[in-house]
Nanobody, 115 residues
């Protein structure tokens, strides 16, 4: 059974930084594509960033140059470093694990960017 547990969310001022972490269990972590999605109130969930089993990365246009994604297969974890945060980055951020077209998500962690 896939379990994804996120941490690291919180309240940050515009221009600030946060680092989200996701610990995975119940999967052969190193073969999965891992990702981060976010959903703001009243909006659809969107893919923020992903990292393949070969560490190829992909980012939403809205976060390119500000966010980075990384993974540590030994720790079965994926990270999202978020810099230069904007109020529009406010959302619930959830971790994902994808293999052969099947995706699982964690419960998420709230990120609020506000002064």
């Amino acid at each position: 059974q896939v379990q994804l547990v996120e941490s690291g969310g919180g309240l940050v001022q515009p221009g600030g930084s946060l680092r989200l972490s996701c610990a995975a269990s119940g999967i052969t972590f190193n073969i999965y594509t891992m990702g981060w999605y976010r959903q703001a109130p009243g909006k659809q969930r969107e893919l923020v960033a992903s990292i393949s089993s070969l560490s190829d990365t992909n980012f939403a246009d809205s976060v390119k140059g500000r966010f980075t994604i990384s993974r540590d297969n030994g720790k079965r974890s994926v990270y999202l470093q978020m810099n230069s945060l904007k109020p529009e980055d406010t959302a619930n951020y959830s971790c994902s694990a994808t293999l052969r077209g099947t995706t699982s998500w964690g419960q998420g962690t709230q990120v609020t960017v506000s002064s």
